[in-house]
């Protein structure tokens, strides 16, 4: 698996790279924000360390970018302590947050455990996968059911439920879900996903004016709910 490593003191990175490495992880370095973002955009990453005081650019403008266009995992290194930032920093979709001074050790058990949540996404090598809300999701022939009945749905339904989907639970922007289903270079009215949202909820909700399944977050966004009553 492959690690983008972003931190501008070299001593950090000099050690988090060799104890990554003794775990068999591949083992990218940037030490500003915009050699990271340039990499980012670049080369394709399973998770990504990424201090926030960083020259160029910060570490919550890469975060933001990268929320943008990927799902990547994210686990932010910080000086910041308090509880404010941490709220903060994860509010901007990063997945894990280790405050410095930290041991190599504790980074990589917290990578390990990130990796492992993320590896049970949907994706490429997924067939089908049932939650208990009794919607089921192939990846493979694209096809969504609910309650063993198959729901027509277009390619961009698919895809916004099925990035919904990769991680339950978890709260997603317009702006994330514009960025992740129709590209960084979207420039049309991030509303639109309002729309698709509408139309999934008149095909798989029992009741859309009150949905369980997407569940409206009030001014954040969307969240998948896998455990709504089927």
């Given at each position: ?110 990578v390990r455990a990130v990796l492992r949540r993320t590896n049970t996404d949907l994706g490429p090598v997924a067939d089908t996968v049932t939650f208990d809300n009794g919607v089921s999701i192939n990846t493979i022939q694209h096809e969504v059911r609910y309650n063993g009945e198959v729901i027509p749905l277009t ?76």
């Amino acid at each position: 698996m492959k690690i983008l490593l972003v931190d501008d003191e070299k001593k950090i990175t000099t050690v988090l790279k060799a104890y990554l490495q003794q775990e068999g992880y591949s083992v990218t370095t940037a030490a500003n924000g915009l050699m990271a973002l340039a990499l980012f955009k670049e080369n394709s990453y399973d998770l990504v360390l990424l201090d926030l005081m960083l020259p160029g650019l910060s570490g919550e403008e890469i975060c933001r970018e990268i929320r943008k266009i990927s799902a990547t995992p994210v686990i932010m290194l910080t000086a910041k302590v308090e509880e404010e930032e941490r709220i903060f920093g994860l509010g901007l979709g990063a997945d894990d947050y280790i405050t410095k001074p930290f041991s190599p050790r504790e980074v990589v058990a917290r990578v390990r455990a990130v990796l492992r949540r993320t590896n049970t996404d949907l994706g490429p090598v997924a067939d089908t996968v049932t939650f208990d809300n009794g919607v089921s999701i192939n990846t493979i022939q694209h096809e969504v059911r609910y309650n063993g009945e198959v729901i027509p749905l277009t390619p961009m339904e698919f895809r916004l439920l099925s990035v919904m989907a990769k991680h339950p639970g978890r709260v997603y922007s317009r702006t994330q879900l514009v960025g992740m289903v129709q590209g960084y270079d979207f420039h049309g009215d991030e509303r639109i996903v309002d729309a698709h949202i509408k139309k999934i909820r008149q095909k798989i909700e029992e009741i859309p004016a009150e949905p369980k399944i997407i569940i409206t977050v009030y001014g954040i966004g969307y969240k998948f709910n896998p455990n709504a009553e089927a």
